[in-house]
């Protein structure tokens, strides 16, 4: 069979006030997404957003007292209508349990079909998958381009020993995993 996909989207997230943010934070807002196959490694993916986020109770700039978020979050409303795509490379092995394979990802977004937003945001994924041994498995190398990783220390263990590694200014990550497999 064929591997498309459509789907929408439709949240309303509020964020009350915190000692990091000291501000209420309301976004509303929904999108369409669809998606479809080139050939059996390339895939393409189109999107539109709107969000429309509410900012209230911040400081001013420049007031008393001084935050740096009231500088790069003032109060007022901010809508966002932004359409996208996204083009895939995958010959990765398995998408619930990748073992061996490529995984490569470029999307962009772009803001400015109406509402008060104005951006290009361009993303990029890259994931390579080798056994390196047979009791152990490398499970990624993550640098992803445009956007944040989460950040790990060497000791850092979550769920079925997955070890995070990972540089927050170079926004890259190494994964590891640890799987007993059987003889």
């Known amino acids: 069979g064929y591997r498309v996909s459509a789907g929408f989207d439709v949240y309303r997230n ?3 006030p915190t000692s990091f943010r000291p501000f ?7 999108g369409l ?8 490694q390339w895939r393409v993916d189109v999107n539109y957003k709107y969000d429309n986020t509410n900012i209230a109770g911040a400081a ?3 007031g008393v007292p001084f935050t740096i978020t009231s500088c ?6 901010q809508v966002s209508s932004s359409t996208g795509y996204a083009l895939t490379y995958s010959t990765i092995d398995s998408y619930v349990d990748p073992h061996q394979g490529v995984y490569l990802r470029l999307s962009q977004d772009v803001a400015g079909l109406g ?8 993303v990029g994924d890259a994931r390579f998958y ?4 047979t009791k152990t498995d490398i499970v990624g190398l993550v640098p992803q381009l445009g956007q944040p990783c989460v950040v790990g220390g060497a000791d850092d263990q979550r769920g079925d020993g997955v070890v995070v590694l990972a540089e927050h200014e170079r926004e ?8 007993r497999r059987a003889a």
Do not use: H, M, Q
Not at 33 to 40: A, H, N, S, Y
Not at 130 to 133: C, E, F, K, V
């Open 14 to 16: 509020i964020s009350k």
């Open 24 to 30: 209420t934070t309301t976004s509303t807002g929904g």
């Open 33 to 40: 997404r669809f998606g479809l196959p080139l050939t059996e």
């Open 60 to 62: 001013p700039c420049g």
């Open 72 to 77: 790069y979050f003032p109060n007022g409303t």
């Open 115 to 122: 509402g008060t937003a104005r951006y290009v945001r361009s």
């Open 130 to 133: 080798r056994p390196l041994g």
């Open 172 to 179: 890259v990550a190494l994964l590891v995993r640890a799987d």
